[in-house]
């Protein structure tokens, strides 16, 4: 039995962040970081570029062995979490060895989710895009297919059909919502990102659920569609969303719902347990109430709350609560989306179509949400706006007609 | 010791919004300006959005491709063209635009600081933007030894402390020390049983006698030929303007090789808070109080280190804790010109609780005094004659700083502009002794 005062399982932006978090207060505790991956920590987003060939696998490494040496805690790969005992405060691996912490953090993240589909249960060979490896083989599988097909129109999915209509495949996309991004972006501003797509040569299906998928020959498959309509590819490349990696936590006693359950610290409902980033269901700004919203800022913020509680750091805050954020780039070109930006019915919308698109959405003279299309703003900036809930009735109508410089002006007045 | 950086400043008050700045940011960088200046609240008012090179950058925590990290060296949040994915994530972690999308290229784009030479700097007409060199200033004496013993019983958030400490880590070991009676020795710098609390040899002569006793000792080294010896007075305004004042004013009337720190905060803070001679119009202190028939001083403060400069030492400067790299600058030129002659540093040194105001506030005090010409920041030198080394155009209104301050919460719109058109005349007389011209209105 190895002992550790900081356990934290997962090596990625919830379990970095944290690691940072914990040592700006506990210099010397002893930590150790197991993860199930076997290569050094690396962030999810950047597997498309991985995919396009744009970052080599060993520069999207983000920490090195000199990294973990110099911040006293112990990096240990192909370590899968198999179970928790919380009354004994160990975690039990794969391999059978196990681990006792004083405190823990559950930091594993979220996995494909692979939608209940005849012909998705092993029996048709499929891709999925959440880790290097996955990167690796898609990348792999790419030069020598011709047609592929990508199921899911959310960022992954897009991502890769992106990647994969660059590199000469006849791609198609299947979303079961009559837009891709959805959540993220209003129909205009997806129309405008549908468009690209097509110009691009890729198909897409908008609307459609995909019923079966067979392949007969075991190379080549075909993906039927709801409306009968029938997709043949040799490339199939699962994007349907993903869901937290929670199972492992099954009769542990702690509590999961979608994710696991937070509260505005990051703790379980389980004393010395805390969870963080996207397998955790935390606090959301707009509702108030424990949603997933699965992004690096809320994995981020998550973390770092998380290890500011578990060393005791007195200068703790608890969570806003998270907000929806996207930057999404596509053929060069850029879509930004924070908050209830694809909201009807909350508030007053304010849209402005030129070369740009943006769509503004005020709720008592409050900013809830922006998104634009091939017209950058100031995320970060309209992101303090809303969180803060920073009146505007004062400055709206400059905000509705410059709100990068309003946004920068108000920002630059209020914290000097 | 922690660390610090050097950083560019931005006073909203000085901008005219003529955008230079970012004309020559455009220009160096070949691309689109790092800098923006933006319209403000109202007319002719402006404000930035710029890099703040944050100590704990969100920009790089949220990349998910290392290509953004803080310099160790510089501080600058390097962005590394190479990694970068333009993801544009690291828009979505800054919350004051530093990090925003460069239309020329499609990438991001962020201040580097001109590797510590920013064009921006260069070009700004008016001062708004300043490149402060503080942070190096820091990194350069912090780790040095400190000359007083830890635990010093000053009162909480004293920068008559942060005086001390400062310019004796600057000066060194090579010193012989005054302190008279007031605040410095008073919090224990003399020591206590025997044993002294400075590691320089220090003594505390009378009120009346610092500048006399430190000529002797002076004379003496100078006999044995010890020329590298610091001989100096870290002392009070008190002990200087008024019951010192005859020493002083003899000894730098005969030369003496004396360097004469002066801390003024205003009063005789250490013994009750009683008024000094440089006691500002309308403060309140224990003997000039405030009730039915009195408000606060009745009388204007004595500029002493001008009449420093009728003696014509060989140095005379006056400094504030709110720029250190200035006070810095001038500890150097000072303690030169004490092996020449006198010469005489006169530090404002708010003072926390007799001024009434909140210890967290006091650094603020200290700028906002001198960006109103509360207190002028120049040098003397007979050879050069007076000199701003801080530029009193543009001010902020006396009301601003004032209100910062409790022994002024009870002015009268009258005594506002008692004060006000003294700092005003005072400005003109100095600028008339810079050869400056007077500002037209
Ligand atoms: C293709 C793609 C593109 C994306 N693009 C964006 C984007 O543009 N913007 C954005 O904000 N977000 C994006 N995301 C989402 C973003 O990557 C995630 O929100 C973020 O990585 C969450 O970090 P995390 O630390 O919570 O978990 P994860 O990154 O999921 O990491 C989980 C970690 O836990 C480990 N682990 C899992 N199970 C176990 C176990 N049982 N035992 C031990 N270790 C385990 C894993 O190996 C991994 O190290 C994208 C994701 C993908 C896949």
Redesign the pocket.
């Known amino acids: 039995m190895m002992e550790t005062k900081y356990l934290i ?9 944290a690691l940072r978090a914990i040592r700006q207060a506990d210099r010397d505790g002893s930590m150790t970081m ?4 076997g290569h050094m ?8 570029y991985v995919v396009s060939g744009r970052s080599a696998p060993d520069r999207a490494i983000l920490r090195d062995e000199t990294f973990f040496a110099a911040n006293g805690c112990a990096f240990v790969g192909n ?4 179970g928790l005992d919380a009354k004994g405060k160990t975690v039990a ?2 391999d059978g060895r196990s681990w006792r912490y004083d405190k823990l953090l559950i ?6 989710a692979i939608p209940p589909v005849p012909g998705l249960d092993g029996s048709v060979p499929f891709h999925v ?3 290097l490896d996955d ?1 690796m083989s898609l990348r792999n599988a790419m030069g020598a297919a011709r047609r592929a097909v990508v199921l899911g129109g959310g ?2 999915g897009l ?2 059909a992106e990647n994969l209509a660059e590199a000469g495949l006849a791609v198609s996309v299947v979303e079961m919502r009559p837009h891709v991004l959805p959540g993220y972006f209003d129909a205009k501003a997806s129309g405008r990102i549908e468009a690209a797509f097509t110009e691009h040569g890729v198909k897409l299906f908008l609307g459609r659920t995909v019923v079966a998928v067979d392949a007969p020959d075991g190379r080549s498959c075909t993906v039927r569609l709801d409306d009968g309509g029938a997709i043949e590819a040799d490339l199939l490349l699962v ?1 349907t969303g ?1 869901k937290p ?1 929670a ?2 936590l099954s009769g542990s006693g702690v509590a999961v719902d979608r994710g696991v359950l937070v509260d505005d610290t990051m703790r379980t409902n389980l004393p010395d347990v805390w969870a ?5 269901q935390a606090k959301d700004f707009h509702s108030g109430t424990q949603a997933l ?8 913020e ?2 770092r709350l998380a290890g500011m509680d578990m060393a005791g750091d007195s200068y703790l805050k608890p969570y806003a609560g998270g907000v929806p ?4 780039r596509f053929f060069g070109r850029v879509a930004l989306s924070i908050g209830q930006a694809a909201a009807d019915g909350c508030g007053e919308v304010a849209e402005q179509e030129g070369g740009g698109y943006r769509r503004v959405v005020l709720a008592d003279g409050r900013l809830v949400g922006y998104a634009s299309v091939d017209e950058p703003f100031d995320v970060g900036i309209m992101g303090e706006l809303i969180r803060r809930r920073v009146d505007l009735s004062g400055c709206k109508e400059d905000f509705l007609s410059r709100p990068l410089e309003t946004g920068r002006r108000l920002m630059s007045e209020g914290w000097r | 010791m922690g660390t610090a950086f050097d950083t560019i400043a931005f006073k909203a008050s000085a901008c005219d919004g003529c955008g230079k700045c970012m004309t020559a940011c455009a220009e160096a960088k070949q691309g689109a300006s790092r800098i923006s200046i933006v319209s403000g609240a109202g007319e002719g008012r402006f404000e930035l959005s710029l890099c703040r090179q944050c100590g704990d950058p969100k920009c790089a925590m ?1 990349c ?1 491709a290392g290509a953004l990290a803080k310099d160790e060296a510089s501080g600058v949040i390097r962005w590394d063209a190479n990694q970068c994915v333009d ?3 690291c828009t ?1 972690g800054c919350s004051f635009g530093g990090i925003s999308v460069d239309s020329h290229t499609a990438r991001v784009a962020k201040c580097d600081q001109c590797d510590g030479d920013p064009a921006c700097v260069k070009a700004c007409p008016t001062g708004a933007l300043e490149w402060v060199t503080a942070g190096s200033v820091f990194k350069k004496y912090g780790d040095r030894e400190d000359m007083f013993v830890p635990g010093l019983s000053g009162c909480q958030g004293c920068n008559s402390e942060l005086i001390m400490r400062h310019a004796m880590r600057k000066i060194g070991r090579n010193a012989v020390l005054a302190t008279p009676p007031g605040c410095i020795p008073g919090m224990g710098s003399v020591g206590y049983n025997g044993k002294t609390g400075t590691k320089v040899p220090v003594f505390h002569p009378l009120l009346t006698n610092t500048a006399s006793m430190l000529a002797g000792i002076r004379r003496y080294y100078d006999r044995i030929g010890r020329k590298d010896i610091v001989v100096m007075a870290l002392a009070g305004d008190g002990g200087t303007s008024d019951c010192g004042f005859h020493a002083v004013s003899g000894a730098a009337e005969r030369g003496e090789k004396v360097l004469y720190v002066c801390v003024d905060n205003e009063g005789y803070m250490n013994t009750g808070m009683q008024r000094s001679s440089t006691t500002p119009f309308g403060s309140w202190t224990s003997t000039t109080p405030v009730g039915e028939h009195m408000r606060g001083k009745t009388q204007d403060a004595k500029n002493l280190p001008l009449i420093m400069v009728a003696h014509k030492c060989a140095y005379v400067a006056t400094a504030s804790t709110g720029y250190m790299e200035d006070l810095y600058a001038k500890l150097d030129k000072a303690v030169e010109a004490s092996f020449r002659g006198f010469s005489y540093l006169h530090i404002y040194s708010p003072c926390p609780t007799g001024w009434r105001i909140p210890s967290s506030k006091v650094i603020e005090a200290c700028r906002m005094s001198v960006d109103s010409n509360f207190v002028t920041l120049w040098e003397y030198t007979r050879e050069g004659g007076l000199r701003f080394t801080r530029s009193p155009d543009r001010p902020i209104p006396i009301r601003d700083y004032v209100k910062l301050l409790g022994k002024y919460r009870h002015l009268d719109e009258a005594q506002l502009d008692h004060i006000q058109a003294r700092v005003d005349e005072q400005v003109a007389l100095l600028r008339m002794m810079a050869a400056e011209p007077v500002a037209a209105e």
């Open positions: 399982i997962g090596s990625s932006h919830a379990a970095l962040e197991l993860t199930r991956d920590p690396y962030s999810p987003t950047i597997l498309p370590a899968t979490a198999v691996l794969a930091a594993t993240g979220a996995a494909p895009l959440r880790s990167a960022l992954v991502h890769a994007a993903v990696v199972d492992w963080a980033g996207d397998v955790a919203i699965g992004i690096i800022p809320t994995a981020v998550q973390g954020i996207n930057t999404y | 949220v998910p993801c544009l994530l979505a």
